[in-house]
């Protein structure tokens, strides 16, 4: 099987796919080298976001894959999704999160939102015709996200939002902002979840976050000043607000640790090829055990974090717990990603710290990822108190 003249070997391509997931694989592999990857590194330079990417992507149904036909998605599981993110990220990072960040308001509503709700926000976004932000993060609440001081106060029909959230992906570009706001006292228990929509008055972009890598990607600073929300677009009742955020953060550790699988894949081809055509001392570097040993290392532990994300997502999609599956893909597979980048820069040596080669991108794209979606310390949290409640 082969898609833009590029052969997906038995180590490029798990042999446990499906055959439907090998078919998504090879269509957004040819979709990425052919429309992202001739764009990708000047975009990252001029931080150059394309929502036409998305909307394409929308076109041959890949913004909306776990989501129902009912509402325009292609009613598949989390492990088909995963399958597309890997394959995007092999490519762009940033256009994988992007996609997996416009999945998120659609998973929430899937889950919890009324069925008015469902028709009405989820088929733009599962067609790629509308782009999602998921908006929970601000100055006093990361990791602990029960801590948020963005308040929403009822008013008759609406709610006044006031506050200021940070970290919020792609908000500049989304029509459909699942944002978290305090309605009541101090704790989770005081949080609700809304759907914000753009142009909404009081609503502006604050800043835009200077960050080491993910450019294409825009992080927004998002100011709300009385915005006025209706009380239809509260998702869930009042006080859900952290039980849905939790629930979407859980489904995105599978997409952030696919992600993080697809970062280290193109880390790893890229290092094969060098170290099969670079010779010192008269033969391919490759052919010495201190490089062929941190490739066979590189080789175990993706397909190690790639069986950990294919767990976590057999066990969502089977409706069964897979919180602490999740994280532990999530923890695994992103670290794996900064470790096989940062060999990869090793091995090429001084190129690899020039941007004539990816692999510098792909180290500062890797790093990200091991703090979105809840820092992997806090995966280690939630992993071991599983174990010793």
């Not at 269509?27 to 764009?39: D, G, V, W, Y």
């Not at 659609?106 to 009324?114: D, E, F, H, R, V």
């Not at 067609?127 to 990791?143: D, V």
């Not at 890598?213 to 825009?218: A, D, E, F, K, P």
């Amino acid at each position: 099987m082969s898609s833009s003249g590029t052969s997906l070997s038995s180590h490029a391509a798990p042999f446990t796919d499906t055959e439907v997931q090998a078919e998504l694989r090879s269509l957004t592999r040819k979709f990425a080298e052919n429309e992202i990857r001739p764009i990708v590194e000047a975009d990252e330079e001029s931080g150059t976001f394309r929502p036409e990417i998305i909307a394409k992507l929308g076109s041959l149904g890949l913004t909306g894959i776990p989501v129902p036909e009912a509402y325009g998605g292609a009613g598949l599981g989390y492990a088909e999704y995963a399958v597309v993110i890997e394959e995007l990220a092999r490519v762009s990072c940033a256009y994988a999160i992007s996609v997996a960040v416009t999945g998120l308001p659609q998973m929430i509503l899937a889950s919890a939102g009324t069925e008015e709700q469902k028709k009405r926000f989820i088929p733009r976004l599962s067609s790629g015709e509308a782009i999602g932000a998921f908006s929970l993060s601000e100055a006093s609440s990361g990791s602990d996200a029960g801590s948020l001081r963005t308040t929403a106060k009822r008013d008759g029909e609406h709610y006044v939002l006031n506050g200021t959230k940070l970290w919020t992906t792609q908000a500049d570009s989304a029509e459909t902002l699942l944002l978290m706001a305090r309605t009541g006292g101090l704790g989770a228990s005081g949080v609700s979840a809304f759907i914000v929509e753009k142009g909404m008055p009081g609503m502006t972009m604050g800043k835009r976050e200077r960050k080491m890598g993910l450019h294409i990607s825009h992080t927004m600073e998002v100011l709300l000043e009385n915005v006025r929300v209706p009380v239809e677009n509260r998702v869930g009742a009042e006080g859900e607000g952290f039980k849905v955020a939790m629930t979407a953060l859980n489904g995105g550790r599978i997409t952030i640790a696919a992600t993080g699988v697809g970062v280290a894949r193109a880390a790893l081809e890229v290092a094969v090829k060098h170290s099969k055509e670079r010779e010192q001392f008269g033969q391919p570097i490759a052919e010495f055990q201190g490089i062929s040993f941190l490739i066979a290392e590189m080789q175990t532990e993706i397909d190690a974090a790639d069986l950990l994300v294919r767990r976590a997502a057999a066990l969502r999609d089977a409706e069964k717990p897979f919180a602490v599956e999740a994280s532990m893909a999530k923890l695994f597979a992103t670290d794996t990603a900064m470790r096989v980048a940062t060999d990869c820069v090793q091995i090429l040596g001084g190129s690899g710290y020039t941007q004539d080669f990816p692999v510098e991108r792909y180290m500062r794209e890797a790093k990200i990822l091991q703090i979105v979606e809840g820092t992997n310390q806090i995966q280690k949290v939630i992993i071991a108190r599983s174990l010793t409640k």
